[in-house]
């Protein structure tokens, strides 16, 4: 007998299971200009209009795993990506594993947009002058933020206060994306909710392609193949090739 598991527990576990890529494109390639076409792909299911226009383009790195099947090379390719300072990566505080990831220049447009006529607008100019060139760090500690990157402590208030950094700890904060708590909310939201759906499903399995054109909910306001790319690539559903099409199967425990 599998053990049960509360569903909130499923929903924010991403250990890794095996999945095969079933990519709607036929990518198989993991070199860095194939995880670049496969970020801008996710990013096309990212609804502006749902926040107003106010926040950038956001995908999860996992998403990319269930286009992807070497992990390790998408990793890789992401970590390029940010040290050449094209992409940014942010810790998403409801899982220690879930990070989003941001094209540099539209997290700089919107940072700039939502900034626009406020007295923090030097100050963040002059973090984002310094974090985007070749910075790919996660957080940073008092003694960076005062001694490499030069900012007195009642700018590094403002920067918090814009939504910048939030606090990680004492003397230490996450690079963030401001305004993302909504986005977060509906994110977790359409998640169980999807979830819920495959596994109310007879067998507690269904056809990708079946879910992926079922209608949104109250509950599910992204795209569902913007979900869809999630579970998978959380591992948080089976992979199973049938010649009917890719069947997803709910993952009921783990050992």
Excluded at 62 to 91: A, C, I, P
Excluded at 226 to 231: A, N, S
Aim: contains cysteine; positive net charge.
């Amino acid at each position: 007998m599998s053990r049960k598991r509360a569903l909130i527990a499923d929903t924010f576990c991403l250990k890794r299971r095996r999945c095969a890529a079933d990519s709607l494109t036929g990518e198989t390639h993991d070199g860095a200009a194939d995880i670049r076409s496969s970020i801008q792909y996710l990013m096309t299911l990212f609804s502006r209009k749902l926040f107003n226009d106010t926040l950038p383009l956001v995908v999860l790195k996992h998403q990319l795993y269930s286009l992807h099947t070497d992990k390790t090379s998408v990793d890789k390719h992401v970590k390029d990506l940010r040290e050449n300072g094209e992409l940014l990566m942010f810790q998403l505080g409801f899982d220690s594993e879930a990070f989003a990831l941001v094209f540099a220049e539209d997290y700089r447009a919107k940072v700039i947009q939502e900034e626009t006529g406020r007295k923090t607008l030097g100050t963040v100019e002059k973090f984002l002058d310094k974090l985007i060139p070749s910075c790919s760090d996660l957080s940073f500690n008092k003694d960076k933020m005062l001694k490499e990157f030069l900012f007195s402590d009642s700018e590094i208030t403002q920067l918090v206060k814009s939504g910048l950094l939030t606090v990680r700890d004492a003397g230490s904060w996450w690079l963030s994306i401001p305004n993302s708590g909504r986005f977060i909310k509906y994110f977790i939201k359409g998640r169980k909710a999807v979830l819920n759906m495959v596994k109310k499903s007879k067998y507690s399995e269904i056809l990708r392609t079946e879910l992926e054109e079922r209608r949104t909910t109250a509950q599910v306001k992204f795209q569902m193949k913007y979900h869809v790319h999630d579970i998978i690539g959380a591992d948080l559903v089976e992979c199973i090739q049938t010649t009917s099409g890719t069947v997803l199967r709910y993952v009921d425990g783990n050992n």
